[in-house]
C-alpha cells in the first residue's frame, strides 16, 4: 500500500493551504484515514481522522480550523488548514488504518507544512 502526499508548502499566518493524501488501494468501506504531524523536537501527534461513514474528529488545536474530508472513488482524502498559525508548522503525514482486509497501518511519506511571515 502506498499513499502520496502532496500541497504543503510555505504560507503565511492566517492563510490556507490544502493538503491531499491518494492512496494505492480502495479506501471505501475499509479504511480509517487520516493525518498526523510532527513539529521539529515534538512527538508525532493525531491532527484529524476521518471514519468509514465520514465521521470526523479533529484535536483540540485544530477544531474550526482544519477540515478533513474523504473522497471515497479516488481513494483519497484532503485536509483543508485555514487560520494557520506558526505552531502548525511541522511535516504532516498520511494514515491509512485498514480495518477489513489486511488490519494494518500505513504512513504517506510526509509534506511539510511551514507557516512564517
Known amino acids: 500500500v502506498q499513499l502520496q502526499a502532496s500541497g504543503g508548502g510555505l504560507v503565511q499566518p492566517g492563510g490556507s493551504l490544502r493538503l491531499s493524501c491518494t492512496a494505492s488501494?480502495?479506501?471505501?468501506?475499509?479504511?480509517?484515514m487520516g493525518w498526523y504531524r510532527q513539529a521539529p523536537g515534538k512527538q508525532r501527534e493525531l491532527v484529524a481522522t476521518v471514519g468509514l461513514g465520514g465521521f470526523a474528529t479533529y484535536a483540540d488545536s485544530v477544531k474550526g480550523r482544519f477540515t478533513i474530508s474523504r473522497d471515497n472513488p479516488k481513494n483519497t482524502v484532503h485536509l483543508q488548514m485555514n487560520s494557520l498559525k506558526p505552531e502548525d508548522t511541522a511535516i504532516y503525514y498520511c494514515?491509512?488504518?485498514?480495518?477489513?482486509?489486511?488490519?494494518?497501518?500505513?504512513w504517506g511519506q510526509g509534506t511539510q507544512v511551514t507557516v512564517s511571515s
Open positions: 488501494i480502495n479506501i471505501y468501506g475499509i479504511a480509517i
Open positions: 494514515n491509512l488504518r485498514d480495518l477489513i482486509t489486511t488490519r494494518n497501518e500505513y
